[in-house]
């Protein structure tokens, strides 16, 4: 069975640093598509960022780009995000999420969203 679970999320000052880590099980990350979305309070959720695993290619929506960084280790079976330059507007919960369909674009996956949710973890940005 398929399963994601996210830790790592806090509370952070603005400018500051958190990593995020999505613990799989049930598949082999190489076989999936995998992402982060995000959901802040009274907002709908959005794209954060996610990985093909038809050529380990990335995606990033443009409010992150240049300050997340996605990646996975397939040892571990982790996926893994790092926020850096982290802003007030950054705090929501954040979903790791798989699809086991892995060819589509990553606006395809931000819009439609992925067949496997987590639970989620909260960031708190302070300013």
């Known amino acids: 069975q398929v399963h994601v679970v996210e830790s790592g999320g806090g509370s952070v000052q603005a400018g500051g640093s958190l990593r995020l880590s999505c613990a799989a099980s049930?598949?082999?990350?190489?076989?999936?598509?995998i992402g982060w979305f995000r959901q802040a309070p009274g907002k709908e959720r959005e794209g954060v960022s996610c990985?093909?695993?038809?050529?380990?290619?990335?995606y990033y929506a443009d409010s992150v780009k240049g300050r997340f960084t996605i990646s996975r280790d397939n040892a571990k079976n982790t996926l893994y995000l790092q926020m850096n330059s982290l802003k007030p507007e950054d705090t929501a919960v954040y979903y790791c999420?798989?699809?086991?369909?892995?060819?589509?674009?990553?606006?395809?996956?931000?819009?439609?969203?992925?067949?496997?949710w987590g639970k989620g973890t909260l960031v708190t940005v302070s300013s």
């Open positions: 999420a798989a699809d086991p369909v892995p060819y589509y674009s990553g606006s395809y996956y931000f819009r439609y969203g992925m067949d496997y």
């Open positions: 049930g598949f082999t990350l190489d076989d999936y598509a």
């Open positions: 990985i093909s695993s038809s050529d380990g290619s990335t």
